[in-house]
């Protein structure tokens, strides 16, 4: 496991968070949040899918603003903790999916990804590959795909946060052509790479167990064996900003 040192420059927001309490997810893309300060407050939810499974409602939360006065939701849950409001010190789960890109990005050019690339001197985004894009071509030689899995929260999850029905999950099409693109790239590139980012305090990536386990465990072993190699990195989530806290090559799945 490789731990990042201090020097490791985090990712700063814009401004500080605002913290509330979820009050209920009426659909996937929106949350409605209480301040404390007036009425609920209708928020954009960034995690298209489920979230660990849990019903999230009484859940304190971050939220951002993008002051921008022509989206129809200016306001962007991205953070929530499985602790209770009035908790003191809060550890906080970020949801954004769409920002992790963004993160990774940051952390590359800083030179934070040093067990998965060599120094760093080029970085492209949304890179052909197949019939695919993928995340990143680092250095013209490296392909790495960031994954951002929320359907199963693979952490202790307390007593009192209830969880939602069990629903069946099979929706892992897109991540195989991925992978399969991956290893097939090896043939023309040095290396390929899936990096799993985890914005919460997680005791190690396991893919969901789930309707199509068995099709994605030889996926991916047959890509292990050309070559693709699996990353897991761990980030811990504040109301300043996102910090990468560690990086290790996952051995198992």
């Not at 913290?19 to 298209?48: K, Q, T």
């Amino acid at each position: 496991m490789t731990v990042l040192d201090a020097s490791t420059q985090p990712f700063l927001f814009p401004e500080p968070l605002r913290e509330g309490v979820i009050l209920a997810r009426p659909n996937r893309f929106i949350m409605d949040v209480d301040f404390g300060d007036g009425a609920p407050v209708r928020c954009h939810c960034p995690a298209v899918s489920r979230i660990g499974g849990l019903d999230l409602a009484g859940r304190p939360c971050l939220v951002s603003d993008s002051h921008n006065a022509k989206r129809k939701m200016p306001l962007t849950v991205e953070a929530y903790s499985l602790q209770r409001p009035d908790d003191p010190d809060k550890r906080w789960i970020g949801i954004n999916q769409n920002a992790s890109n963004r993160y990774v990005e940051h952390f590359l050019r800083g030179g934070a990804f040093a067990a998965i690339t060599d120094p760093v001197h080029d970085v492209r985004r949304e890179v052909p590959l197949g019939d695919s894009r993928l995340d990143f071509l680092v250095n013209g030689d490296l392909y790495l795909e960031v994954k951002t899995p929320l359907v199963q929260m693979q952490t202790e999850i307390p007593p009192y946060v209830p969880r939602l029905p069990e629903t069946p999950f099979s929706s892992i099409e897109r991540a195989l052509r991925h992978l399969r693109e991956l290893a097939a790239s090896l043939a023309n590139h040095e290396r390929a790479a899936v990096l799993y980012c985890l914005y919460y305090d997680n005791f190690g990536f396991r893919f969901f167990h789930g309707t199509t386990y068995e099709e994605v465990l030889a996926t991916v072993d047959t890509c292990r064996s050309a070559g693709v190699e699996l990353w897991q990195a761990d980030f811990e989530v504040t109301p300043e900003g996102i910090a990468l806290a560690r990086c290790y090559e996952l051995e198992e799945w």
